[in-house]
């Protein structure tokens, strides 16, 4: 089936520590994006990319790093230099011709 | 620079109840698109709609509808007959960028509405 997949679930990470969370599509979208959501905050955008080998930063990059060598997928690396990574992430991609984006399930991330 | 604000935080409704959730957005393009989206509590995003900038023509989809009036930048979506499984958090969001020389596009979020529906 075609879909969005994000792996995994749940992670958990010492302070200090680099963590990569995946996610995959077999859509053949174009367009990718990374989300945080904190309680109360909604969805806020880390990054986005539009094609293989090229990304922006959103509006909340700082501590995040992404790649996007293959069309399929985003990985997203929270680094240590994120303070306060504890969070719900998904991951969505879309078509470039303005439809809507899908979703993954998420990865929640739990600092310790 | 794109913004979406959905003023209400929370509503809570009691079953068979009428409730509408308020979505306005700010951008300067001519061209975007505006949706909206439902979590439930497993957490993935599920699409309701998606409208674009050149058509404002209201939708109903079941219990579902939807107002779109750009004169006051605003993106309204109301649920007719409120049932439990309606509960849920309830995004909006502004696409904007596309058609722009070298642009990219950049899908924003409101911050959601929590509706709870109460037997």
């Known amino acids: 089936d075609g879909g969005i997949t994000q792996s995994p679930k749940y992670l958990f990470r010492k302070e200090g520590q680099n963590v990569t969370l995946s996610c995959e599509q077999n859509?053949?979208?174009?367009?990718m994006y990374w989300y945080r959501q904190d309680p109360g905050q909604g969805l806020r955008l880390i990054y986005y990319?539009?094609?293989?080998?090229?990304?922006q930063k959103g509006d909340i990059a700082e501590g995040y790093s992404v790649s996007r060598e293959k069309k399929e997928s985003f990985p997203l690396t929270v680094t240590s230099a994120q303070k306060n990574p504890t969070a719900f992430y998904l991951c969505?991609?879309?078509?470039?011709?303005?439809?809507?984006?899908?979703f993954g399930q998420g990865t929640r991330l739990t600092v310790v | 620079a794109q913004k979406v604000t959905q003023a209400q935080t929370e509503i809570s409704v009691v079953e068979k109840e009428d409730v509408t959730l308020d979505c306005v957005y700010e951008?300067?393009?001519?061209?975007?698109?505006l949706f909206w989206y439902k979590q439930p509590p497993s957490g993935e995003l599920v699409f309701l709609i998606r409208?674009?900038?050149?058509?404002?023509q209201n939708e109903i989809s079941g219990r579902y509808s939807w107002n779109f009036q750009k004169s006051t930048s605003s993106f309204n979506f109301t649920i007719t007959a409120s049932q439990v499984v309606d509960s849920a958090v309830y995004f909006c969001?502004?696409?904007?960028?596309?058609?722009?020389?070298?642009?990219?596009?950049?899908?924003?979020f409101g911050k959601g509405t929590k509706l709870t529906v109460n037997p």
């Open positions: 859509l053949n979208h174009d367009a």
């Open positions: 990319s539009q094609i293989v080998n090229d990304f």
């Open positions: 969505a991609s879309s078509n470039r011709a303005g439809t809507e984006a899908f």
């Open positions: 409208r674009n900038s050149f058509d404002e």
């Open positions: 969001a502004l696409l904007v960028g596309r058609g722009h020389q070298g642009g990219s596009e950049k899908l924003v």
């Open positions: 951008t300067r393009d001519t061209t975007y698109y």
